[in-house]
């Protein structure tokens, strides 16, 4: 299994502002993925981070609104940017098991994001 | 595409009694399957997967879930619930459209009472 910490977990942050939210992960993995749960909603993707390559983002979100950042093998920042009280969520880092993907992805404990 | 469907927003049980909660699939490819519990403020903990293999399939703290592939359904069961599984439910299948991240339904809040 993989250890992943992520930080912080949770923050409220004024409007126009931006939050770089940090996922340490304890073993070299290949991709990342970036999640947001917004109030009562299930996990949307937001992007995949691979590691050497610009992220890969979902309909609906872009580079200027969530930069990413991957610097290594075990080290990925979301920044959320310009931030409106539509931002308010939870934003999970998410990696899958050293198995690839027959194996089950394994989630950092979040960051909850309140904008006012 | 892929999709999960959970019918229900939730589910309530007493303690003692058993539980389902209910998780339809649409995939394109083979189905690979996951239960995840959410407990407030905490991240996503796996529960169990099916990939291939026993269509029932057992898994962490007492669940088990069973496919049934001509139902394209992944029920999440427990013979008996207790109070502390109380939590948030969420069903999901691998998307062989990108690049491996998962689909998630909407989510299932269980409620178990003494």
């Known amino acids: 299994s993989a250890v992943i910490s992520q930080k912080p977990s949770r923050d409220i942050c004024q409007r126009g502002t931006s939050l770089t939210i940090q996922c340490q992960v304890d073993s070299q993995v290949t991709m990342m993925f970036w999640y947001r749960q917004q109030p009562g909603q299930s996990l949307t993707l937001i992007a995949t981070a691979n590691q050497g390559s610009e992220a890969t983002y979902e309909s609906g979100f872009v580079i200027d609104k969530f930069p990413i950042s991957r610097p290594n093998l075990t080290f990925s920042t979301l920044t959320v940017s310009n931030m409106s009280p539509e931002d308010s969520s939870i934003y999970l880092c998410s990696v899958p098991d050293r198995g690839g993907l027959n194996t089950e992805a394994f989630f950092g404990q979040g960051t909850r994001l309140t904008v006012v | 595409a892929q999709s999960v469907a959970q019918p229900e927003d939730q589910v309530n049980v007493a303690e003692g009694n058993p539980l389902t909660v209910k998780c339809t699939y649409s995939?394109?490819?083979?189905?690979?399957l996951f239960w995840y519990v959410q407990y407030p403020n905490r991240g996503l903990q796996f529960l169990l997967k099916y990939i291939t293999g026993d269509n029932l399939v057992k898994g962490s703290y007492g669940f088990e879930a069973e496919f049934n592939k001509s139902q394209t359904s992944f029920h999440l069961k427990k013979p008996s619930a207790l109070v502390s599984d109380s939590a948030l439910y969420f069903c999901?299948?691998?998307?062989?459209?990108?690049?491996?991240?998962?689909?998630f339904g909407k989510g299932t809040k269980l409620s178990v009472k003494p």
């Open positions: 995939v394109s490819g083979n189905p690979y």
């Open positions: 999901a299948v691998r998307d062989w459209g990108s690049q491996g991240n998962l689909i």
